[in-house]
């Protein structure tokens, strides 16, 4: 498995939790309103994105794309290709 980028669209979030269920290394849950951040994400234009080289990270991330239901997570290959 190569690098992965994730991206989360925190606006379309609506705080189920689901993503840090099945990836909880990557997101959690912010007290104060209840969405989902992107652990280590830059922010640019309403969008967290996270490059993760880590190759144990595209499972547990496309775990949690598949999981929201508000369809706020995405994850494309290192180069940046949606799948």
């Known amino acids: 498995m ?21 990836a909880g290394e990557y997101f959690s849950m912010d007290p104060s309103d209840g969405k989902c951040l992107l652990r280590g994400a830059a922010m640019k234009k309403g969008f967290y994105t996270l490059r993760c080289t880590d190759p144990l990270a595209e499972t547990p991330c496309r775990s949690a794309q598949e ?6 997570i995405r994850v494309a290959a290192g180069g940046g290709r949606s799948e």
């Open 2 to 22: 190569a690098a992965v980028v994730v991206t989360l669209q925190r606006d379309k979030c609506i705080g189920c939790g689901y993503c840090t269920d099945v």
């Open 67 to 72: 999981s929201c239901p508000a369809g706020a």
